[in-house]
């Protein structure tokens, strides 16, 4: 089975930042620039690249959907991601040249939008499952809380093609993917993709030993910490 490792960057006014909960924080990992980050990693070998709007995220408006559409022209499949909730706002970001759109997790809790929006996005979507805890608990909301089995379960009956699952409190620290909740999302049978801890190749096989599709990693990628060449390559 063929994994997929895809670097991500995250994306604040046109600039790399990273996620914290109190919002975007500048980096000047490739002096900010995250065109710089996508040539770098095309140049590595990468196919895909995984882009987080926080201004999307935080401010419910796109704010760089020209870092998609810009980076979709350095040769590079876009996976636009960022709270995605609505089908509009996924249909925007496939205007602007996503090959794949992740549908964040706080649509979860509108059953009947999201799977408007995943019958919409067809192979083109990717469900994200953010898990603390054990459960599904979209990160900047205090009202979301989803069993996991069985939201996955609805999921993929109504058609959902792939997952993200996202482990929230390793997200930026390095310390290793959640293999027990991978484990549990990818019983079903949906391709599904690990992020969150992933900062080393053995952090990679593991995932992959899982049975996962692929992983997105972002600061270690970001940060050089992830020799993302020699990833991509093994």
Same mark, same amino acid.
């Given at each position: 089975?063929?994994?997929e490792?895809?670097?991500?960057?995250?994306?604040?006014?046109?600039?790399?930042?990273?996620?914290?909960?109190?919002?975007?924080?500048?980096?000047?990992?490739?002096?900010?620039?995250?065109?710089?980050?996508?040539?770098?990693?095309? =140049?590595? $070998?990468?196919?895909?690249?995984?882009v987080?709007?926080?201004?999307?995220?935080?401010?419910?408006?796109?704010?760089?959907?020209?870092?998609?559409?810009?980076?979709?022209?350095?040769?590079?499949?876009?996976?636009?991601?960022?709270?995605?909730?609505?089908?509009?706002d996924?249909?925007?970001?496939l205007?602007?040249?996503?090959r794949?759109?992740?549908?964040?997790?706080a649509?979860?809790?509108?059953?009947?939008?999201? =799977?408007?929006?995943?019958?919409?996005?067809?192979?083109?979507?990717?469900?994200?499952? =953010?898990?603390?805890?054990?459960?599904?608990?979209?990160?900047?909301?205090?009202?979301?809380?989803?069993?996991?089995?069985?939201?996955?379960?609805? !999921?993929?009956a109504?058609?959902?093609?792939?997952? !993200?699952?996202?482990?929230?409190?390793?997200?930026?620290?390095?310390?290793?993917?959640?293999?027990?909740?991978?484990?549990?999302?990818?019983?079903?049978?949906?391709?599904t993709?690990?992020?969150?801890?992933?900062?080393?190749?053995t952090?990679?096989?593991?995932?992959?030993?899982?049975g996962?599709?692929?992983?997105?990693?972002?600061?270690?990628?970001?940060? $050089?910490?992830?020799?993302?060449?020699?990833? !991509?390559a093994?």
């Amino acid at each position: 089975m063929s994994f997929e490792v895809i670097p991500a960057i995250d994306v604040s006014g046109g600039r790399l930042a990273l996620f914290t909960p109190e919002g975007p924080r500048p980096t000047e990992a490739f002096g900010g620039d995250p065109l710089a980050a996508a040539h770098a990693y095309r =140049e590595a $070998g990468a196919r895909w690249i995984h882009v987080v709007d926080l201004d999307l995220a935080f401010g419910g408006t796109f704010g760089n959907l020209d870092v998609v559409t810009a980076a979709a022209e350095v040769g590079l499949a876009v996976q636009a991601s960022g709270g995605i909730a609505r089908a509009a706002d996924a249909t925007a970001a496939l205007v602007a040249g996503a090959r794949r759109v992740v549908l964040g997790s706080a649509s979860l809790l509108d059953e009947a939008e999201a =799977e408007r929006t995943i019958v919409t996005l067809g192979d083109r979507g990717v469900v994200g499952i =953010e898990v603390e805890g054990g459960r599904i608990r979209p990160r900047g909301r205090t009202d979301g809380d989803l069993p996991l089995v069985e939201t996955l379960g609805w !999921l993929s009956a109504i058609g959902a093609s792939r997952f !993200l699952v996202t482990a929230v409190s390793r997200v930026g620290v390095g310390t290793g993917p959640d293999l027990d909740i991978l484990r549990r999302a990818v019983r079903s049978g949906r391709p599904t993709y690990a992020a969150g801890g992933i900062a080393t190749l053995t952090h990679l096989g593991e995932v992959r030993s899982a049975g996962a599709a692929g992983a997105v990693v972002g600061r270690a990628a970001l940060e $050089g910490v992830l020799d993302l060449g020699r990833a !991509l390559a093994l």
